[in-house]
């Protein structure tokens, strides 16, 4: 079985530019998370998709972070404008239950570095 | 609110040597799950165990066991025997039903030869 693909794996932009993250979770899987995770932290939640629908976006910041996921399959993170904070490295997983159970398939991560 | 404390920042072991990385966590609620995730260098979070609130039996798995306290909030975990492959972040979670896991900062284990 596949896991859940993410890319770019690494990503280099200044502040003010915009960035976009892809992701494909396991097949079959319906709830889609991204994660923030900063360096020296654990990773937070930034939104959750139950198919192509927001379950949970409360720590998304909307100003500048937006995420879709259109086909309730494969989803985009994106970023605009992005500020020097917002390096880190950004995490998707997924679930294969309607009931959100805690146990989530992650996948490698894209590394954002803000210079 | 709800909050794990993972205050081993960094743990350095000797391999075959045990290793337990503690974990404590805080909730006002009756029913809520804990987790241990391994994160190695190639970045993804693997699950390792789900415990629910109702179940204080400790489980083993292997070098892997876990000791679940809810009289001192704590979910500590105990590699037995560690080998170099164990080396890794580790992250303790809680989650409450209906919401969202919440990460502790994480201990990072060193397993050297």
């Known amino acids: 079985e596949a896991g859940v693909a993410q890319s770019p794996r690494y990503k280099i932009i200044e502040k003010r530019q915009s960035v976009a993250f892809w992701c494909n979770p396991i097949s079959g899987h319906a709830t889609l998370y991204w994660y923030q995770q900063i360096l020296g932290q654990g990773p937070k939640l930034l939104i959750q998709f139950q198919n192509n629908g927001v379950v949970d976006d409360s720590q998304l910041p909307k100003d500048r972070f937006s995420a879709e996921r259109l086909k309730g399959v494969d989803s985009t993170l994106k970023i605009q404008p992005a500020k020097l904070e917002d390096s880190a490295v950004y995490l998707c997983a997924s679930s294969p239950r309607q009931t959100n159970t805690g146990e989530l398939f992650f996948g490698e991560g894209s590394r954002l570095t803000v210079l | 609110a709800q909050k794990v404390t993972q205050a081993q920042t960094e743990i350095s072991v000797v391999e075959k040597e045990d290793v337990t990385l503690d974990c404590v966590y805080e909730?006002?609620?009756?029913?809520?799950?804990l987790f241990w995730y391994k994160q190695p260098p190639s970045g993804e979070l693997v699950f390792l165990i789900r415990?629910?609130?109702?179940?204080?039996q400790n489980e083993i798995s292997g070098r892997y066991s876990w000791n679940f306290q809810k009289s001192t909030s704590s979910f500590n975990f105990t590699i037995t025997a560690s080998q170099v492959v164990d080396s890794a972040v580790y992250f303790c979670?809680?989650?409450?039903?209906?919401?969202?896991?919440?990460f502790g900062t994480g201990t990072r284990l060193q397993v050297t030869l």
């Open positions: 415990r629910n609130s109702f179940d204080e």
């Open positions: 909730t006002r609620d009756t029913t809520y799950y």
């Open positions: 979670a809680l989650k409450k039903t209906a919401s969202k896991l919440t």
